[in-house]
């Protein structure tokens, strides 16, 4: 059985790198570039230890691919669980409640999904339409800029 969790504003605390993604024209590049200096979300690290201690965990992120080492080092570097990590394939930009349930359904083919923790709303509502069991990550707030980035722009 596998707990999926996202890692944007559920275990990574991305608010210090909003800004570049708010005005226009948008800054991927630093947006991204400012992710290996994320602060740990402590709600997010119980929330993913707790649930590792009974699921195996699949870290399920809307970064792009390019971004696997860092995010690599970073969930290592904070003594998160282990897990398979699936990030945002290369020119893939499709709206995170399309891509990450798509996912879902790939992983339900071999192994039971018990829950999907994800900060987006239109995530966790497509997920719950599709049949997936959801615990909504509302400890960093709303912030309508990643929002956006998620699901207008499929960049995160």
């Known amino acids: 059985m596998v707990a999926v969790v996202d890692i944007d504003g559920v275990v990574a605390d991305v608010r210090h790198r909003l800004h570049h993604v708010t005005g226009r024209p ?3 590049r630093a947006f991204f570039a400012g992710a290996a200096a994320d602060p740990l979300l402590a709600e997010g690290e119980e929330t993913v230890r707790r649930l590792a201690e009974v699921y195996d965990v699949v870290y399920l ?3 792009p691919e390019r971004l696997r080492t860092v995010t690599e080092q970073w969930l290592s570097d904070h003594g998160l669980p282990s897990g398979r990590l699936v990030l945002r394939p290369y ?3 499709r709206p995170s409640s399309v ?3 798509e ?11 018990v ?3 994800d900060d987006d ?11 997936f069991d959801v615990l909504p990550a509302t400890w ?14 499929g960049r995160t």
Do not use: C, F
Request: proline fraction near 2%.
């Open 26 to 28: 948008k800054d991927w």
């Open 61 to 63: 992120s809307g970064r």
């Open 91 to 93: 020119d893939d930009y």
């Open 99 to 101: 891509l990450k349930v």
């Open 103 to 113: 996912v879902l359904e790939d992983i339900a083919r071999d192994r039971t999904v």
């Open 115 to 117: 829950v999907l923790v």
């Open 121 to 131: 709303p239109r995530v966790l509502d497509n997920a719950r339409k599709h049949g």
């Open 140 to 153: 960093m707030g709303e912030h309508s800029a990643l929002r956006e980035a998620q699901e207008r722009e």
